[in-house]
């Protein structure tokens, strides 16, 4: 595990951690983009996004998905990596430097308060 990472370093690990996925199904990844979607451009499936998500909570030593954001709304690179520097620097996602991450964590809040009240 990194000890506190700078917000980059969380950008590096995630890209690394997905190229180390697609490398294992012996898919070529070149230059990342935080527009790449997880699925549909990179072909990552739900087991391959669970594997990579075990992976960064024990490279990383958080897992933003217990509590702050849904993984269901995670579907791109930067949507991820976004969501680790969240828990990481939850000071930093409060100031407003991320708005759909921000929206994120208010679905999930939502969807679990109405569960709630059933």
């Known amino acids: 595990m990194l ?24 898919s070529q990844a070149g230059r990342l983009s935080g527009a790449d979607k997880l699925n549909a451009t990179l072909g990552l499936t739900s087991l391959d996004l669970a594997f990579l998500v075990a992976d960064l909570e024990a490279e990383l030593g958080v897992d ?3 509590k702050l954001v849904s993984i269901t709304s995670v579907r791109s690179v930067d949507d991820l990596v976004k969501a680790y520097q969240q828990a990481i620097f939850p ?7 991320d708005g759909a991450v921000a929206t994120a964590i208010k679905r999930a809040e939502t969807r679990r308060a109405r569960r709630e009240r059933r």
Request: glycine share 8%; proline share 9%; charged share 30%.
């Open 91 to 97: 000071d930093r996602a409060r100031s407003g430097d």
């Open 64 to 66: 933003p998905f217990a």
């Open 3 to 26: 000890k506190t990472p700078a917000p980059e370093q969380v950008e590096s690990v995630v890209h690394g951690k997905i190229r180390a996925i697609l490398a294992e199904r012996g």
